[in-house]
């Protein structure tokens, strides 16, 4: 079953979403599945140095969400096999959150920049040129809002042109990180050439 469309979700399940994805071990959990494809509470408890029944609990929440499933074939008795479900969210404005959302969501923002900020300095660890693994790109320009609005879409529909999804991946693929921040200058900054790399 695919998970519930995100832009359907009420701000109370928003909530228990930013939630569920905001617990660090959660966090974990999901990583893992995305980068192994399947696990059971116990795979993951020597993975990530937890308790079996604590794995356990974990799975069974990010199951009552829909973001993970049960594989029915592998499973049995008491012993379990998950896997992730596709899922892409794009947190609301801020301003139309309710207070408990917003909290929510900020303390999710928070970890993911601290994963983000870690992924930045293995690249720049691992850079090893133009043609390596790692790739570090910054650059600045002008755009409307429009055009802004138009390049992300692109950026996403490049993604999906020449990223896989784990099942289908070719020989040889890698998971790979990728961010993308567009951040504009405040209003009332010096007019000039735009912030560089």
């Known amino acids: 079953m695919p998970a519930p469309d995100p832009t ?3 701000s109370l399940e928003r909530t228990a979403l930013y939630k569920s994805l905001g617990n660090p071990l959660r966090r ?3 990583d893992y599945l995305g980068r192994h494809g399947e696990a059971n509470s116990t795979v993951l408890a020597k993975e990530l140095g937890e308790s079996s029944g ?3 609990y974990h799975l069974r929440k990010l199951a009552e969400q829909q973001l993970i499933a049960e594989i029915p074939e592998k499973s ?3 012993e379990r096999w998950w896997r992730a479900l596709p899922f892409s969210h794009t947190t609301p404005d801020p301003a139309t959150m309710t207070p408990d959302e917003y909290v ?3 303390r999710l923002a928070h970890l993911k920049i601290e994963v983000d900020t870690e992924l930045y300095r293995r690249a720049h660890r691992e850079y090893t040129g133009p043609e390596g693994w790692a790739q570090v790109f910054r650059s600045g320009t002008w755009m409307t809002k429009g055009e802004l609005l138009d390049f992300v879409r692109e950026y996403q529909a490049l993604l999906d042109r020449y990223g896989h999804p784990r099942e289908a991946a070719p020989e040889g693929a ?3 990180n990728v961010r993308l921040y567009a951040v504009p200058e405040s209003v009332g900054e010096p ?3 735009p912030a560089g790399p």
């Open 76 to 78: 049995g008795g008491r």
């Open 174 to 176: 890698r998971p790979v």
């Open 191 to 193: 007019e000039g050439e």
């Open 8 to 10: 359907e979700l009420t």
């Open 104 to 106: 929510a969501a900020e």
């Open 54 to 56: 604590t794995t356990s």
């Open 28 to 30: 974990r959990i999901l």
